[in-house]
């Protein structure tokens, strides 16, 4: 396509939001990523959205963030308060585990340099959350997954609307997942039923060697739903995703009341009820239920191995010590998403007839405007230090007015760049000398930032006469 881009509708939703977010993301590995190599492991509790309402008490100690401030050795689980001390009283006794919470008024962040922020845990355990969370928010845990961490997510029924606004934790579990700004194309491979199930006793499938059924903390038979949810599982959006428990009567993708899934580097459990983590007591005025303790159930086991697992001190699964789950690691790589997990110069990534994309709706049109311009697009990526194995690829297609066959007028470079934005490699430089029909696809070897978080970058820079394009779809970054 020749003539000038200013003539041709471009989106122009800025993107100042998301530059922002993933340059505070992009820090080197050691204080940008899970590192499950790590001998205690880390685990942040959520308290900042709202997981103490009405008779809720999901919290391990009131002393936030760190629970060893209410008592440094606890030998029982009422030497902390909170209805889930049982579970942290369990885990600080097992010597392993270094345990904190997010205290109420704080908000989750990925990259930062709060003392309670993702890059400094292994797992991040959601229990039962009562607000929604922000598109920050959301943004930092699915890149906090997707690097290596471990996600615990549990629900309650639909309808436990705990502080009455109006959000429950299967809607504000469903949002993190479906619109997230990093993959919202269902990318644990299950969604979370809109039900309240009374009560029942689901049960283990058979499977001596899964880490969270047959772990270190004991064997899982059963556990317990007293007002409860399920999952329904969607193995073709994510093959990794395998339920653990169902309940009676059902199997297969329908009917999970616990499951497990992999994202990225990283892992994820879901529970779908609340009451199984729930040891009686905590906080005056709230009405508990132990289930913890529950003579029918092994909710401890369950609870137990899971972060375990999570955590990556499990014996299979993705993000684990010393291995590297196969994945695909950038997020919106087709930007079929629009303008989500990129940085980009407003109106790049667009759905313009101007420059059809490969596939899909969408491209990222850079430059093509026939005046002095420059255009970037870029993401940070963390490469597990695990892979030896890291491929960047991309689909290119040039477009140009200039008439030269031996003059670079106007030019893309590829880079990779650390976290303060240095360059650390440029990978090829493109220019209207590369203009030909349809696109081409490019690919380069990043096994040597194995371990690192780099930012993915493409800058355009155009010359002030003759337009040149550099249209870029189906980017991917294949670790194994």
């Known amino acids: 396509m020749l003539g000038s881009r200013r003539s041709r509708r471009r989106l122009t939703t800025a993107l100042a939001g998301f530059g922002l977010l993933l340059t505070g993301a992009a820090v080197q590995v050691g204080s940008g990523t899970a590192a499950h190599a790590a001998t205690t492991h880390r685990i942040l509790f959520d308290n900042a959205h709202a997981e103490t309402a009405g008779n809720a008490d999901w919290i391990i100690s009131t002393s936030q963030p760190d629970p060893l401030g209410e008592d440094s050795s606890p030998s029982a689980e009422t030497d902390w308060t909170g209805a889930l001390s049982s579970w942290g009283v369990a885990l600080q006794k097992s010597g392993g585990y270094s345990l904190k919470t997010l205290p109420s008024g704080s908000s989750l962040s990925y990259g930062g340099s709060s003392s309670t922020d993702l ?6 355990v959601l229990p039962e959350p009562n607000t929604l969370f922000t598109s920050a928010e959301k943004t930092a845990i699915m890149n906090f997954v997707k690097n290596g961490g471990g996600l615990f997510m549990i629900s309650d029924h639909t309808g436990a ?8 934790a ?18 644990f491979g299950f969604s979370i039923d809109s039900l309240n199930i009374t009560s029942g006793y689901p049960a283990a499938i058979s499977d001596s060697t899964d880490p969270v059924l047959h772990g270190s903390f004991g064997t899982v038979t059963k556990s317990l739903i007293a007002n409860g949810t399920t999952a329904t599982l969607k193995p073709a959006d994510n093959p990794s995703v395998k339920g653990l428990l169902y309940r009676s009567g059902y199997s297969g993708n329908t009917g999970a009341f616990f499951l497990t899934s ?5 892992r994820v459990a879901f529970w779908g009820d609340s009451s199984p983590i729930d040891d009686g007591t ?3 005025g709230n009405t508990l239920y132990d289930g913890w303790n529950d003579s029918g159930a092994t909710n401890a086991a369950l609870a137990l ?4 697992w999570l955590a990556g001190s499990g014996t299979s699964g993705g993000g684990g010590t010393g291995g590297c789950t196969a994945a695909q690691l950038l997020g919106n790589s087709g930007f079929e998403s629009g303008n989500s997990t990129w940085s980009a110069t407003s109106g790049v990534i667009t759905d313009s007839a101007g420059e059809p994309a ?3 709706s969408y491209d990222a049109w850079l430059d093509g405007n026939g005046t002095a311009t420059t255009d970037t697009l870029s993401q940070s990526v963390t490469i597990p230090s695990a892979c030896t194995s890291a491929k960047l690829s991309f689909f290119l297609h040039v477009d140009t007015a200039e008439t030269t066959t031996s003059t670079a007028y106007d030019t893309l470079k590829v880079q990779v760049l650390n976290g303060s934005g240095t360059v650390l490699a440029t990978l090829a430089t493109y220019s209207n000398l590369n203009a030909g029909s349809g696109y081409t696809q490019r690919s380069f070897d990043l096994s040597g930032y194995a371990g690192q978080t780099v930012t993915l970058k493409f800058t ?3 010359g002030s006469k003759y337009q040149t394009s550099f249209v870029v779809d189906d980017t991917a970054l294949n670790v194994s």
């Open 161 to 168: 609307d705990r502080n009455n606004d109006g959000q429950d």
């Open 305 to 308: 191995n899971a972060t375990a």
């Open 358 to 360: 490969r596939s899909g």
């Open 119 to 124: 890059s400094n845990f292994d797992t991040l």
């Open 282 to 284: 905590g906080q005056s």
């Open 262 to 266: 992999t994202f990225g580097s990283g």
């Open 170 to 187: 299967v809607e504000i579990l469903n949002d993190l997942m479906t619109n997230n700004g990093v993959d919202s194309t269902d990318p």
């Open 460 to 462: 355009g820079t155009e």
